[in-house]
C-alpha cells in the first residue's frame, strides 16, 4: 500500500488542482487494475464498511506503545485525528511489508467476522508491517472515516487522461450503484454495456454563488430566476415503472421517501428530474429542521410522515421518453417538466419550482429580499438557453443568497482545532447579554483569515482564565459579528434558540464587549 | 534554600549571583545557546560558550560585555562551580551544569539526541536536579534518522530540478539553516541563501566553522543564476514577494511541526520534512534517564503532561513557567505565515 499511501500524502499535501491531477495520473500509470478500482471507490466516497470499533484501536495502539490512557487523550487533542495519534503513538517498525491495497481491504472485510482477540492479533500485526503514514491510511480505512481532498470532478479528469474516454461520460459510468468487487477495469470503463443500470442517475449540475451585481449579467430577459430553495438536492428516476431517488451526495435514497412511490405510476418510463426535496405542509415550505429529523432515521414512521411530509420541487429534467434531453436549451426542457408535472398531476408530492418574474434587476432584488418568507435561501439564476452541465462550472446558473443576518457577539470558550489547526485554537463559543450576563448562543469556527487566526490564538493563549481538556474559557474581549443563515427556537440550548450555518462575519475590533448584542436582539430575529 | 530558583527574570542562582538565560535585564547572565528567547538583550555581562559569542554579537551588537569558555571548563563563583557541556541543539548550545557542596543542578536549555555533525553530540550529565525543555513532549513526536531526511530532501530537490524549477526550503536562520546546509547534496546544484541565514553563516564561518559554499541571494540577483539551485530561506521570508525572483519553484520546510499532518497542510507548502533540533519523545526520555536525576523540571512545551508521565514512571517532577517560546514557536510554527520572529527556535 506504500504507492497508494504516496498517492495520499500527495494529495494531501497540495491545494493546487493541476498537481492534485498529476498526482492521480502518475498513480493510474503505476497502479494494479485491481487497486485501480479501489482507489477510485474510495475517492467516489464508496469505503469499506468499519470493521473494528475505534475504542479498540486506541486501546491496542496505547497498549503496544505502553502510554496511559491519559496521555493518548492528551496527544490525540494536539493531532486532532485519531487515525493520525494511532498510527504515531505506536512503536516504530522494525520491518515493513509493501501489500497491495486490494490486499488490505480484502483483509479488513475478512475482520469484520473475527472475534476481538483475532481482530487485536490481526490489526497489530498490520501496524507493525507498516511505516506511521502508512498505518495512518490504513487506520483511515479500518475506522471507515476515509476523506481525501480530492474532488470527485478532478478525480475523473485525471482517469479521463488515463483512460481516452471522455469526462461526461466516465463522470456517468461512475455514478449509481456499482460495487468495486465485483469490476473488471477493462470491462467496466472500456466496454458499452447496454444494459447499463436502469437506477444510474446524471452527475448533478452545480452552481456558483454570484459574487459581483446581478446586474453584471447583462439583460434580465435571458435569465430566469426562481426560489433558491432550502432542502435537500434530488434527482427523481422512473424507469421501466421502477423508481429510484437519489441525493445529492450519490445516495440512493428512494427508501427515505415513501411519499414518491407514487410517482413510477403518474411519470412515464425514461424520466429522469432534478429538484429540490422540500418538508411542505399547508402549501408552504417547512424549515429544513423539519427534513433534517427525517434524513437521519432507519425508518421513517408514520408520525414523521405526518409531520414533514416531502414534495419535489421540481426545477429540471435531464431525460424525457428515454432521450438524454442536457443539451437542450432550459426553455425547453422547461416545457417538458412543466407538461409532465401537469400530466402527473399529484400536487401534493410533485410542484413546479415557480419561475419569478421581474422587469429587471431591481424587482428580482426586491423578490430575493422576500426569500425567508418562503424559506428559501434566496434565487436561482439560470441562463434561458444553457444546456446541463456536469459538476460545478461557472457562467449559466448562479446562486444569488440574500444576506445573512447578523449579531454582534463576544468570545468566551477556544478550543484547538482539529486536522490541520491542531496546534491553534480556531473554534470559539460565542455570547450575548442577557443584562449584565453573557449567554452563550452558538460556536462558529469559521470566517476568519490565517492571520486572524493566529492573532486570535495568541490572544487566547495569553487569556485564557480556565482550561478544561481542550477547551479554554478566555476574557470575555473580543466582540465578532455573525453571520447566519436562519434561527429557530430550540429547547435544547441554553439560549433558546439555535442557528443555521453560523460563521465569523467580522472582527469587530472598533467595538468593545459591552457593546455587544443582547439576547432580545437575538429573539427580535427569529421568524414570527 | 534551592540552588535554582524560577523568578520573575529568570532562573537564577543566588549563591553565584547569576541568571540562567534570563528574559529581564540582569547583570549576570549565564547563555545556554543564541536563540532569541534565550539570549536576550540588556544584560550587564554575558557568558556563553565560545560558538555562541559570534552569534550574540551578530544579534545584540558588539559592544555587549561578553566573556566566553569551552565545554568542560570550570568557574568558580563563591563556590559554586560551573561548567558548560555540549547540548547538541544548535553550534554553541549547551547545558550548564552547577554544582555546590555536592549537589548538582543542569539547565538544560534546548537539546537534541542525534549528532548533527555541526552542534557536537548531546553529553549526558549526572545530576540531581535536571531542568528539562520538553517542546516536542508527547509520545506523537518520533523522528526518523537525519539520513533517511535528508535522502527525502535531496531526492525532492534534484526531481525538482529535473522538472526544472528551483527548490526552496523553510528552516530558521540559525542552527536549522546551517544543519540544512551541511546535509545537502551539493553535487545536484548550488546552495542559495536569504540574508538572514548568509548574516549567521558568515559570523561562523569568520569564527573558523566550515560549512558548504553558499551564495547570498542579493538584490541585483539574476534568474539566470538560478539553474537547479536550492535556497535556504527562513520562515519570515515564506509568502513574501522576495520568494516572486525564484519563480517557478517547490517550497518546502524542515520543522519538527511538520510531524503532524495538521501542521503540514495548515503551512500549505509543497513538502513538509520532520527535522528538529530538539529531543523527540524517545529522547527526551533518554536524557533524563541518563541524567539520573531525583528531581526534574520541565519548562517550555507539554509541560504538564510530561511531569506526569514521569511522575507515574517514579520520577519525581515539577512544571515552571518560563518565557522561553516553547509556546510562541507553536503559534508560529504551527499556523504558516509571517514568524514574528525568525530565530525563535524548533
Ligand atoms: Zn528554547
Ligand atoms: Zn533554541
Redesign the interface.
Known amino acids: 500500500m506504500q504507492r497508494f499511501t504516496r498517492l495520499f500524502n500527495e494529495l ?4 493546487k488542482t493541476n ?1 492534485k491531477v498529476e498526482a492521480l495520473v502518475d498513480y493510474f500509470q503505476d497502479a494494479s487494475e485491481k487497486d485501480k478500482i479501489w482507489t477510485i471507490a474510495l475517492l467516489s466516497g464508496k469505503r469499506p464498511p468499519r470493521s473494528v470499533n475505534t475504542n479498540f484501536l486506541r486501546a491496542w495502539a496505547a497498549e503496544v ?1 505502553e ?2 490512557d ?2 493518548f487523550e ?2 490525540y487533542h ?4 485519531l487515525a ?2 494511532i498510527s ?2 505506536f512503536p ?1 517498525s522494525q520491518q515493513t511489508v509493501n501489500r497491495s491495497l486490494t490486499y488490505w481491504i480484502n483483509f479488513l472485510k475478512d475482520l469484520k467476522t473475527a472475534d476481538e482477540v483475532e481482530k487485536k492479533k490481526q490489526v497489530i500485526g498490520a501496524w507493525l508491517q507498516m511505516a506511521p503514514y502508512e498505518r ?1 491510511v490504513f487506520n483511515k480505512l479500518i475506522t471507515g472515516g476515509f476523506r481525501v481532498g480530492v474532488s470527485q470532478k478532478l478525480m475523473v479528469r485525471a482517469l479521463s487522461r488515463h483512460t481516452g474516454i471522455e469526462e461526461n461520460k466516465l463522470a456517468h459510468k461512475l455514478m449509481g450503484n456499482w460495487q468495486p468487487e465485483n469490476i473488471d477495469f477493462q470491462e467496466f470503463f472500456f466496454s458499452d454495456n447496454p444494459e447499463e443500470d436502469l437506477s444510474k442517475p446524471y452527475p448533478f449540475y452545480l452552481a456558483y454563488a454570484l459574487d459581483g451585481e446581478a446586474s453584471e449579467l447583462g439583460d434580465p430577459s435571458l435569465w430566469l430566476a426562481e426560489r433558491k430553495w432550502d432542502g435537500i438536492r434530488g434527482q427523481v428516476i422512473v424507469r421501466d415503472q421502477k423508481l429510484y431517488v437519489w441525493s445529492r451526495g450519490e445516495e440512493l435514497v428512494t427508501e427515505k421517501f415513501p411519499e414518491f412511490g407514487i410517482l413510477k405510476d403518474k411519470l412515464p418510463d425514461g424520466t429522469v428530474i432534478d429538484g429540490e426535496i422540500l418538508a411542505f405542509k399547508e402549501g408552504k415550505p417547512l424549515s429544513f429542521n423539519h427534513l433534517q429529523t427525517r434524513i437521519g432515521r432507519k425508518n421513517v414512521s408514520g408520525k414523521v410522515l405526518r409531520n414533514a411530509p416531502v414534495v419535489l420541487m421540481a426545477y429540471d429534467i435531464m431525460e424525457a421518453r428515454g432521450k438524454d434531453i442536457r443539451n437542450l436549451p432550459l426553455m425547453d426542457r422547461r416545457d417538458k417538466l412543466e407538461a409532465l408535472v401537469y400530466e402527473a398531476n399529484c400536487r401534493d408530492v410533485l410542484r413546479i419550482s415557480e419561475i419569478i418574474h421581474g422587469k429587471d434587476w431591481d424587482d428580482l432584488a426586491h423578490e430575493r429580499k422576500s426569500s425567508r418568507k418562503y424559506n428559501s435561501e434566496g434565487l436561482m439564476l439560470k441562463k434561458k438557453d444553457s444546456t446541463y452541465k456536469v459538476g460545478r462550472k461557472r457562467g449559466d446558473w448562479w446562486k444569488w443568497k440574500v444576506d445573512p443576518m447578523t449579531i454582534d457577539a463576544v468570545m468566551i470558550y477556544a478550543m484547538r ?8 485554537y480556531t473554534d470559539y463559543t460565542f455570547a450575548v447579554w442577557d443584562k449584565d450576563r453573557l449567554v452563550p448562543f452558538t460556536k462558529a469556527y469559521s470566517g476568519l483569515t ?2 486572524e ?2 492573532e486570535v ?2 490572544f487566547v ?1 495569553k487569556n485564557t482564565i480556565e482550561r478544561f481538556g481542550p477547551v479554554r474559557s478566555v476574557k470575555p474581549e473580543l466582540v465578532f459579528e455573525i453571520a447566519f443563515e436562519g434561527i429557530n427556537k430550540s429547547t435544547r440550548h441554553k439560549s433558546g434558540v439555535a442557528l443555521r450555518f453560523p460563521r465569523m462575519h467580522r472582527w469587530r475590533k472598533d467595538k468593545p464587549a459591552s457593546e455587544a448584542n443582547s439576547l432580545q436582539d437575538l429573539y427580535a430575529l427569529l421568524e414570527p | 534554600m534551592p540552588l535554582l530558583q524560577f523568578t520573575d527574570r529568570g532562573i537564577y542562582c543566588k549563591r553565584a549571583g547569576i541568571y540562567i538565560d534570563p528574559w529581564k535585564p540582569v547583570d549576570k547572565a549565564l547563555i545556554t545557546h543564541g536563540h532569541a528567547d534565550h539570549a536576550r538583550y540588556g544584560h550587564g555581562h554575558y557568558l556563553c560558550h565560545h560558538h555562541s559569542k559570534p552569534v550574540l554579537q551578530l544579534r545584540l551588537g558588539t559592544n555587549i560585555e561578553i566573556q566566553t569558555v569551552t565545554y568542560h571548563e570550570s568557574i568558580n563563583v563563591n563556590g559554586v562551580t560551573i561548567s558548560f557541556h555540549p547540548a547538541g541543539h544548535i553550534i554553541g548550545s549547551a547545558q550548564i551544569r552547577l554544582e555546590y557542596k555536592g549537589c548538582i543542578w543542569v539547565v538544560s536549555g534546548d537539546y537534541k539526541i542525534e549528532d548533527d555533525g555541526l552542534s557536537g553530540a548531546f553529553e549526558p550529565v549526572k545530576c540531581h536536579y535536571f531542568i528539562t525543555e520538553c517542546t516536542f513532549g ?5 523522528w526518523r534518522p537525519q539520513k533517511e531526511v535528508f535522502d527525502d530532501i535531496n531526492h525532492w530537490w534534484q526531481k525538482n530540478k529535473e522538472a526544472g524549477k528551483t527548490t526552496v526550503i523553510i528552516g530558521y536562520s540559525l542552527g536549522k539553516a546551517q544543519r540544512i546546509i551541511q546535509g545537502l547534496d551539493t553535487s545536484i546544484g548550488p546552495i542559495l541563501t536569504h540574508g538572514a541565514v548568509e548574516n549567521i553563516n558568515q559570523a561562523l564561518r569568520n569564527d573558523g566553522v566550515s560549512l558548504n559554499e553558499t551564495i547570498r541571494v542579493t538584490a541585483d540577483f539574476n534568474k539566470n543564476q538560478l539553474n537547479g539551485s536550492i535556497v535556504v530561506a527562513p520562515p519570515s521570508a515564506a509568502g513574501t514577494t522576495w520568494m516572486k525572483k525564484f519563480h517557478p519553484y517547490s517550497i518546502g520546510i524542515a520543522s519538527g ?1 511538520m ?8 503551512r ?5 520534512f520532520v527535522l528538529s533540533d530538539h529531543a523527540d519523545w524517545i529522547g527526551l526520555n533518554q536524557a533524563i534517564n541518563e541524567s539520573g536525576a531525583e528531581y526534574v523540571i520541565a519548562t517550555h512545551g ?1 509541560t504538564n ?1 510530561f511531569a ?2 514521569l511522575n ?1 514512571k517514579g520520577i519525581q517532577a515539577g512544571v515552571e513557567s518560563t518565557m522561553f517560546e516553547g ?1 510562541l514557536s ?2 508560529n ?5 509571517k514568524a514574528v520572529n525568525d530565530e525563535v527556535q524548533n
Do not use: C, M
Not at chain 2, 508527547?138 to 518520533?142: M, R
Open positions: 494531501d499535501q497540495t491545494t498537481q506503545g502510554i496511559p491519559w496521555l492528551e496527544s494536539v493531532v486532532g485525528d493520525e495519534t504515531l503513538i516504530q495512518f482545532g482539529h486536522g490541520r489547526r491542531a496546534n491553534l490565517d492571520q487566526i493566529r490564538d495568541t493563549k | 508527547l509520545p506523537v513526536y518520533k511541526w510531524g503532524l499532518r495538521g501542521a503540514r497542510r495548515r500549505s507548502v509543497d513538502r513538509g507539554y503532561a506526569r508521565w507515574e509556546e507553536e503559534i510554527e504551527g499556523s504558516g505565515g
